[in-house]
């Protein structure tokens, strides 16, 4: 089985930088995903980390570990637009991801 | 390129009635994924199908539930005798194969049983 924890909430300011937690435990293990929700809307794709590191994609980055079953998201230069619910996902051994119960990122002036 | 379609947007049947949801993916993707998030929860694994195929279903509810994807059209989940508990947003998502690791999400279903 997968077990995926992140935290409930998080509040930031703007313009601030957040780093949003993410630890896992699965059975295999085929990469990591970050989408983002927008209250209403369909997920969107953020970033996929299958290997250790840090991938950097504009104003986001994304941090994996697998040996310590973790995995972080950084949003730089935070927006207003940037409030919404951010999604953890873990494809294990049947490519079929796992999501967790997202962090909803509250932004304010 | 049109992204995946759902439809309706927005479904309500009362206690006991039918519910048929309709996913058709993007162009160019034979894998369909379908997905449940009841409020303040996570996006729960359904199902996931091919062309007249269903390759996963451990997420489904064993009654009442069912999905197809047939050779031709969408793929439609299927839920019989609704009850309260069923209302909640259904996404499907699809990919170009099982390895691709991006999935592209419809914008769901919002079913409520009244």
């Known amino acids: 089985g997968q077990n995926i924890d992140q935290p409930t909430e998080m509040t930031a300011t703007e313009g601030a930088i957040v780093q949003i937690n993410c630890t896992y435990q699965t059975s295999g293990f085929n990469g990591l995903f970050w989408y983002q929700q927008h209250a209403g809307e369909a997920p969107t794709f953020l970033s996929y980390n299958v290997l250790d590191g840090l991938e950097e994609k504009g104003r986001f980055s994304s941090f994996l570990s697998r040996s310590k079953g973790y995995s972080y998201l950084l949003l730089k230069e935070l927006q207003m637009k940037d409030s919404a619910s951010y999604l953890c996902?873990?494809?294990?051994?049947?490519?079929?991801?796992?999501f967790g119960r997202g962090t909803s990122l509250i932004v304010h002036p | 390129n049109a992204g995946v379609m759902q439809n309706p947007r927005h479904l309500v049947r009362r206690r006991g009635q039918e519910a048929r949801l309709r996913c058709s993916p993007m162009k160019g993707h034979s894998h369909v994924y379908w997905y449940r998030q009841l409020p303040e929860e996570g996006l729960k694994f359904m199902v996931y199908?091919?062309?007249?195929?269903?390759?996963?279903e451990s997420g489904m509810p064993k009654e009442r539930f069912s999905a197809e994807f047939p050779k031709e059209g969408p793929s439609i989940l299927r839920i019989q005798q609704v009850v309260r508990g069923d209302s909640a947003a259904y996404f499907c998502a699809s990919s170009p194969g099982k390895t691709s690791y991006e999935q592209y999400f419809g914008p769901g279903t919002r079913l409520t049983v009244t």
């Open positions: 996902a873990v494809s294990g051994g049947s490519y079929i991801p796992t």
């Open positions: 199908l091919q062309k007249e195929n269903i390759i996963d």
